[in-house]
């Protein structure tokens, strides 16, 4: 028996991986949640059948939305994630010994559930001591919060569903209000390429814009994300990501990467010409 | 419990047998299920376009009910434990003028509060009976007009004896009841039909923990605006009668102005939200009034605004509060609930209902969802923070009592001048001025235009109220009775 699943990453294209096994699926309060395996990605999770993380290549997506920002500011020690209830991003984050708290914020205890089972790989990381774990929408549990945080990062999903509230200009507002002044925000940026994600990009683009005198976006290379080329935001409230950035600094701390180098962080941030002309024509 | 099946659904069991059949139409309406005009088809969709469909034998007809019609309103009179319902489809506003002109005649009077929906003082333009208006009470730190209460009722029976009817709001726009049941007692006493507008309170019926509804006040008759709270098509209504209102009169006065095209999307529309709401409406009104108690409880978290609820209770002008509407009063961050309303649209993406000088109101109904209540409170946080300012150079406003001259329909029809509005102090206005939404009228036909409404007018203006009611689409001009009509007055 063949069994493919396919996502659509346009309306015109899709894209299929071969898979062995369905684990597990199943329907929480906000998303339908499905496991499965396969001999080319290794396990992987869907939310509403959109791919999230493959045990092949999500090193890439969190050594990128983690290690850029804390190789910018060597002082954080107070960090928020919303979304990533998959843990990725808490593993990278604990790497780090200065940092002191980090809280994570993830509307769907399904997906923790889910990934404490399932992606030991990612989610072991989430009993670290420093680590608490709120299940709530992002977007209330930012709106309290006034010059407390030194990096937010936010990992969500696309913003059809769920993660629709965190890709609004009230969620950026709530943000920059959330960060002391040295604060950096990281969010997943969507993928240039194709309209439907380029429309969100540049909508966010324009908000993060209204609120950070710095707001630039670096790249990577994700092979399960539509395009397989896919952006991260990185807003500060004055720390500039390559000015700042001592490349000595960060490789004496000797963590180990497989995708994230110090050169690389200098080069992540040199857009195609296509993408810089999106940015400038960036509107709400 | 219900007497009857509440599961059954007549009309739309009665259309989809009809669409089963394939029949050949040579009738109208002439897009022919949708196919004379692809690019609305595709529109609308192809299964909205063959229900919409003509009055027939299989389908009984609106203006004279026989069959699935007449099962459908049964099952709805049932549901709101009325004598009789009619579906109305030319809006809430065709329901609130078959009950006035049902209970009055030319120079009948009629017993309301001035803060009634248009719909009701264009009734009494249109059959010519004689408004006695009861002074609701004003909630002076909100600005909004309350209730009508029982010590100014008997004032205005004892004062007019001769009235046939109350009219009353159950709520008002902003969520105030009034006290229905005493006023039903007193009414009748005197011999006057109570007539409810309940454009605003369909949720009554379906939830004990919300005010008492107008049928089981025992009110005479009600105009229920099924498509507001209920989720039904846009300008779907209910009449609702009761005691001994005549069903065969009320239909003929509804058949004076209603189309004798009832289309039958608002039709099946109905008949499925009665069922809907039947069934489900216990679970679906209590999420609704957790969802809003907490957005107001939020909101006040926020510091600056506040959105009222039950606290305004004095058992008067304030009876009870319909806790499912989410009015939040905005003055205290130094901006008018018209610009939180409009910054809330252009820079957040979300569409409120009204926002008047002091005031907003976001509706909370049987659609929304956790995630953008939460979007909703959040903007809010965000649009103190950036654009509060000090509260000095707000317009303290105050309920204006109108003065009335001539009754609305001799004013509407009375010899008239186009002036300027602003040199119109001093006249009878001829027509009406409103902020729409919410529609009440701040100046009527037939009532003296004065220094304090022209003010109220410039101001309302200036924050950007969408303005409306005169011929002058610019409310530039109004239109008064000319001297001549006034002197005979």
Same mark, same amino acid.
């Given at each position: 028996?063949?069994?493919?699943?396919?996502?659509?990453?346009?309306?015109?294209?899709?894209?299929?991986?071969?898979?062995?096994?369905?684990?597990?699926?199943?329907?929480?309060?906000?998303?339908?949640?499905?496991?499965?395996?396969?001999?080319?990605?290794?396990?992987?999770?869907?939310?509403?059948?959109?791919?999230?993380?493959?045990?092949?290549?999500?090193?890439?997506?969190?050594?990128?939305?983690?290690?850029?920002?804390? *190789?910018? +500011?060597?002082?954080?020690?107070?960090?928020?994630?919303?979304?990533?209830?998959?843990?990725?991003?808490?593993?990278?984050?604990?790497?780090?010994?200065?940092?002191?708290?980090?809280?994570?914020?993830?509307?769907?205890?399904?997906?923790?559930?889910?990934? @404490?089972?399932?992606?030991?790989?990612?989610?072991?990381?989430?009993?670290?001591?420093?680590? !608490?774990?709120?299940?709530?929408?992002?977007?209330?549990?930012?709106?309290?919060?006034?010059?407390?945080?030194?990096?937010?990062?936010?990992?969500?999903?696309?913003?059809?569903?769920?993660?629709?509230?965190?890709?609004?200009?009230?969620?950026?507002?709530?943000?920059?209000?959330?960060?002391?002044? !040295?604060?950096?925000?990281?969010?997943?940026?969507?993928?240039?390429?194709?309209?439907?994600?380029?429309?969100?990009?540049?909508?966010?683009?324009?908000?993060? @814009?209204?609120?950070?005198?710095?707001?630039?976006?670096?790249?990577?290379?994700?092979?399960?994300?539509?395009?397989?080329?896919?952006?991260?935001?990185?807003?500060?409230?004055?720390?500039?990501?390559?000015?700042?950035?001592?490349?000595?600094?960060?490789?004496?701390?000797?963590?180990?990467?497989?995708?994230?180098?110090?050169?690389?962080?200098?080069? /992540?941030?040199?857009?195609?010409?296509?993408?810089?002309?999106?940015?400038?024509?960036?509107?709400? | 419990?219900?007497?009857?099946?509440? @599961?059954?659904?007549?009309?739309?069991?009665?259309?989809?047998?009809?669409?089963?059949?394939?029949?050949?139409?040579?009738?109208?309406?002439?897009?022919?299920?949708?196919?004379? +005009?692809?690019?609305?088809?595709?529109?609308?969709?192809?299964?909205?376009?063959?229900?919409?469909?003509? =009055?027939?034998?299989?389908?009984?007809?609106?203006?004279?009910?026989? =069959?699935?019609?007449?099962?459908?309103?049964?099952?709805? *009179?049932? *549901?709101?434990?009325?004598?009789?319902?009619?579906?109305?489809?030319?809006?809430?506003?065709?329901?609130?003028?078959?009950?006035?002109?049902?209970?009055?005649?030319?120079?009948?009077?009629?017993?309301?509060?001035?803060?009634?929906?248009?719909?009701?003082?264009?009734?009494?333009?249109?059959?010519?009976?004689?408004?006695?208006?009861?002074?609701?009470?004003?909630?002076?730190?909100?600005?909004?007009?309350?209730?009508?209460?029982?010590? !100014?009722?008997?004032?205005?029976?004892?004062?007019?004896?001769?009235?046939?009817?109350?009219?009353?709001?159950?709520?008002?726009?902003?969520?105030?009841?009034?006290?229905?049941?005493?006023?039903?007692?007193?009414?009748?006493?005197?011999?006057?039909?109570?007539?409810?507008?309940?454009?605003?309170?369909?949720?009554?019926?379906?939830?004990?923990?919300?005010?008492?509804? *107008?049928?089981?006040?025992?009110?005479?008759?009600?105009?229920?605006?099924?498509?507001?709270?209920?989720?039904?098509?846009?300008?779907?209504?209910?009449?609702?009668? +009761?005691?001994?209102?005549?069903?065969?009169?009320?239909?003929?006065?509804?058949?004076?102005?209603?189309?004798?095209?009832?289309?039958?999307?608002?039709?099946?529309?109905?008949?499925?939200?009665?069922?809907?709401?039947?069934?489900?409406?216990?679970?679906?009104?209590?999420?609704?009034?957790?969802?809003?108690?907490?957005?107001?409880?939020?909101?006040? @978290?926020?510091?600056?605004?506040?959105?009222?609820?039950?606290?305004?209770?004095?058992?008067?002008?304030?009876?009870?509060?319909?806790?499912?509407?989410? =009015?939040?009063?905005?003055?205290?961050?130094?901006?008018?609930?018209?610009?939180?309303?409009?910054?809330?649209?252009?820079?957040?993406?979300?569409?409120?209902?009204?926002?008047?000088?002091?005031?907003?109101?976001?509706?909370?109904?049987?659609?929304?969802?956790?995630?953008?209540?939460?979007?909703?409170?959040?903007?809010?946080?965000?649009?103190?923070?950036?654009? =509060?300012?000090?509260?000095?150079?707000?317009?303290?406003?105050?309920?204006? +009592?109108?003065?009335?001259?001539?009754?609305?329909?001799?004013?509407?029809?009375?010899?008239?001048?186009?002036?300027?509005?602003?040199?119109? /102090?001093?006249?009878?206005?001829?027509?009406?001025?409103? /902020?729409?939404?919410?529609?009440?009228?701040?100046?009527?036909?037939?009532?003296?235009?004065?220094?304090?409404?022209?003010?109220?007018?410039?101001?309302?203006?200036?924050?950007?109220?969408?303005?409306?009611?005169?011929?002058?689409?610019?409310?530039?001009?109004?239109?008064?009775?000319?001297?001549?009509?006034?002197?005979?007055?």
């Amino acid at each position: 028996m063949e069994l493919w699943y396919t996502e659509e990453h346009s309306p015109n294209v899709r894209f299929s991986i071969k898979v062995n096994k369905h684990i597990y699926s199943a329907q929480s309060e906000y998303q339908r949640i499905d496991v499965m395996e396969a001999e080319e990605f290794g396990r992987f999770f869907t939310l509403d059948s959109l791919m999230m993380l493959t045990e092949k290549d999500e090193f890439i997506y969190h050594e990128m939305i983690t290690h850029v920002p804390m *190789a910018v +500011n060597p002082n954080i020690k107070n960090v928020l994630v919303i979304g990533g209830g998959d843990g990725g991003t808490v593993r990278e984050l604990t790497r780090y010994k200065q940092i002191e708290n980090i809280e994570l914020v993830e509307i769907d205890k399904l997906v923790v559930d889910v990934c @404490k089972e399932y992606f030991k790989f990612t989610a072991s990381c989430l009993k670290d001591k420093r680590v !608490n774990i709120y299940y709530e929408d992002g977007l209330k549990y930012i709106r309290n919060k006034n010059n407390e945080y030194d990096l937010i990062i936010v990992d969500s999903t696309d913003p059809f569903g769920p993660g629709e509230g965190l890709f609004t200009k009230e969620f950026y507002g709530c943000c920059y209000r959330a960060l002391n002044e !040295n604060g950096i925000l990281v969010n997943q940026h969507e993928s240039p390429y194709y309209k439907i994600y380029s429309d969100s990009l540049q909508s966010a683009h324009a908000r993060l @814009k209204a609120f950070f005198p710095i707001t630039m976006l670096y790249q990577a290379h994700i092979p399960t994300y539509p395009s397989g080329y896919w952006l991260f935001g990185f807003s500060s409230k004055g720390l500039n990501p390559i000015k700042d950035f001592d490349a000595k600094r960060w490789n004496n701390l000797l963590i180990e990467t497989k995708y994230y180098n110090t050169n690389l962080h200098v080069g /992540c941030f040199q857009l195609p010409t296509y993408v810089n002309k999106l940015l400038e024509n960036s509107y709400e | 419990m219900y007497k009857l099946n509440q @599961k059954k659904m007549p009309i739309y069991e009665a259309l989809n047998n009809y669409k089963s059949l394939r029949r050949v139409p040579f009738d109208v309406p002439g897009h022919k299920r949708g196919r004379a +005009n692809k690019e609305l088809t595709e529109f609308l969709g192809l299964n909205c376009m063959s229900a919409d469909v003509n =009055s027939m034998k299989p389908l009984d007809n609106l203006c004279h009910p026989v =069959s699935v019609i007449k099962e459908a309103e049964e099952l709805a *009179a049932d *549901a709101f434990g009325a004598k009789h319902a009619f579906f109305m489809v030319n809006g809430t506003t065709s329901a609130v003028q078959s009950m006035v002109m049902t209970a009055c005649k030319r120079g009948d009077k009629i017993i309301m509060p001035r803060n009634v929906h248009r719909s009701a003082i264009n009734a009494l333009v249109v059959c010519g009976a004689v408004p006695v208006y009861v002074n609701p009470g004003v909630n002076k730190e909100l600005g909004i007009p309350l209730g009508m209460s029982v010590k !100014n009722v008997k004032q205005a029976i004892l004062e007019h004896p001769e009235a046939k009817a109350i009219l009353v709001n159950n709520p008002t726009y902003y969520g105030v009841c009034s006290p229905l049941k005493e006023i039903v007692k007193l009414a009748h006493k005197n011999g006057m039909l109570v007539l409810v507008d309940e454009a605003h309170g369909t949720h009554f019926y379906f939830n004990d923990s919300l005010p008492i509804s *107008a049928m089981a006040a025992g009110a005479d008759m009600a105009a229920v605006s099924m498509h507001k709270t209920g989720g039904s098509l846009t300008q779907s209504s209910f009449l609702l009668i +009761n005691n001994e209102i005549s069903s065969g009169y009320v239909r003929q006065i509804i058949n004076l102005t209603q189309t004798t095209s009832g289309s039958y999307l608002l039709l099946s529309s109905l008949d499925m939200s009665r069922k809907n709401l039947a069934l489900n409406g216990v679970d679906i009104f209590n999420t609704i009034i957790e969802l809003a108690d907490y957005s107001r409880k939020e909101i006040n @978290k926020l510091g600056g605004y506040y959105a009222f609820g039950k606290e305004l209770i004095n058992n008067d002008s304030v009876y009870d509060f319909d806790t499912t509407k989410l =009015s939040v009063h905005t003055m205290n961050i130094g901006l008018a609930g018209i610009e939180v309303y409009d910054i809330l649209r252009d820079d957040y993406n979300i569409q409120i209902e009204f926002g008047d000088i002091g005031n907003f109101l976001a509706i909370i109904s049987v659609g929304d969802k956790a995630l953008a209540i939460e979007r909703l409170i959040s903007s809010l946080a965000e649009i103190k923070r950036l654009y =509060s300012k000090n509260k000095a150079g707000l317009f303290d406003h105050e309920y204006i +009592n109108p003065l009335a001259a001539m009754t609305p329909q001799k004013a509407f029809y009375s010899e008239k001048i186009s002036i300027p509005i602003n040199n119109s /102090c001093g006249k009878i206005s001829s027509e009406f001025v409103m /902020c729409y939404p919410p529609g009440i009228p701040i100046l009527a036909p037939g009532e003296y235009i004065t220094k304090d409404i022209l003010n109220y007018i410039a101001y309302a203006k200036e924050k950007g109220c969408f303005m409306t009611g005169t011929e002058d689409i610019n409310i530039e001009k109004i239109n008064v009775v000319s001297e001549f009509d006034s002197r005979k007055e």
